[in-house]
């Protein structure tokens, strides 16, 4: 038997992330039901790194939406903050909260408001956590067009990590945004890039879109398109996978497909 053939297949994290001597940059985009809970799960992340003697994460929060009253209940919201934007309530809550001097963007995180954020678009890890195909689409486009050439460590480009959603199943996806290099291994065979969500899944993404996009007018309403904890479960799992990247430097797994309904979570292997 040629043992070379059951070696695991993985991808190493870049030495900068695990080592860094400023904290890791990452730009969330989406401040909803699931954005809202990332939010929280990077603080925690962050904290833990920390404490581990790692230089920890700083966040900037992109969205341009208000606090309505559906999203009270399912998204981190309350009462007293209708009204607000999104991403400046929950970056003072989790500043408050956890002490960080994380930043909030009231825009949507788009070609033309670059301009906005001068020069803190780009980042060592983007999320997004959007509800179209569309903001998937610029967003994707943005990455390979704008940012994959930086090479200042500090705002270097290594991963997107997208959320995606439908009533009760969704997936969260792991992709680089150039070639990392690999260490050599006699031990596993090693992947220098993951692909994109949207060229990889684009058929897949067209069907989780809902095709109701008109507003809830309240939370009874919106739990009809959106199970109560479709969104809590993703978070979780997809924050579990961004936590191994950075305890292990390496991962076997670069996404997840969860179904709420049938209770299973299937990993998406490194390949």
């Known amino acids: 038997m040629n043992i070379?053939?059951?070696?695991?297949?993985?991808?190493?994290?870049?030495?900068?992330?695990?080592?860094?001597?400023?904290?890791?940059?990452?730009?969330?985009?989406?401040?909803?039901?699931?954005?809202?809970r990332v939010l929280t799960a990077l603080a925690e992340i962050s904290h833990a790194?920390?404490?581990?003697?790692?230089?920890?994460?700083?966040?900037r929060m992109f969205d341009d939406d208000l606090v309505c009253e559906p999203n009270l209940g399912r998204q981190r919201?309350?009462?007293?903050?209708?009204?607000?934007?999104?991403?400046?309530?929950?970056?003072?809550?989790?500043?408050?909260?956890?002490?960080?001097?994380?930043?909030?963007?009231?825009?949507?995180?788009d070609h033309d408001n670059l301009y906005r954020f001068q020069n803190q678009a780009s980042a060592n890890i983007f999320i997004s956590c959007v509800d179209t195909v569309a903001a998937r689409l610029e967003i994707a486009r943005m990455l390979k067009?704008?940012?994959?050439?930086?090479?200042?460590?500090?705002e270097k480009p290594y991963y997107w990590i997208d959320y995606g959603n439908s009533s009760s199943t969704g997936q969260v996806i792991l992709s680089t945004i150039s070639s990392i290099p690999q260490?050599?291994?006699?031990?596993?065979?090693?992947?220098?890039?993951?692909a994109f969500v949207t060229d990889e899944f684009a058929g897949l993404l067209e069907s989780?879109?809902?095709?109701?996009?008109?507003?809830?007018?309240?939370?009874?309403?919106a739990l009809e398109k959106q199970d109560l904890f479709i969104n809590a479960a993703l978070t979780q799992l997809g924050?579990?996978?961004?936590?191994?990247?950075?305890r292990q430097g390496m991962t076997k797994n670069r996404g997840v497909f969860l179904n709420l309904d049938t209770m299973i979570s299937q990993p998406l292997k490194v390949a």
């Open 77 to 109: 919201f309350s009462s007293c903050e209708l009204g607000l934007n999104k991403a400046v309530v929950r970056i003072n809550n989790v500043n408050r909260f956890f002490g960080t001097n994380w930043k909030a963007f009231p825009y949507r995180f």
């Open 239 to 246: 924050s579990a996978l961004l936590w191994s990247l950075f």
């Open 145 to 154: 067009t704008r940012f994959a050439d930086q090479h200042q460590r500090r």
């Open 208 to 221: 989780s879109e809902s095709d109701d996009n008109t507003p809830s007018c309240s939370l009874a309403e």
């Open 4 to 36: 070379a053939l059951n070696k695991p297949t993985v991808h190493f994290a870049p030495s900068y992330l695990l080592n860094p001597a400023n904290p890791v940059t990452v730009n969330l985009i989406g401040a909803g039901g699931t954005g809202s």
């Open 183 to 194: 260490p050599d291994s006699e031990k596993f065979h090693t992947v220098s890039e993951l």
């Open 49 to 59: 790194l920390t404490e581990l003697g790692h230089a920890g994460l700083f966040v």
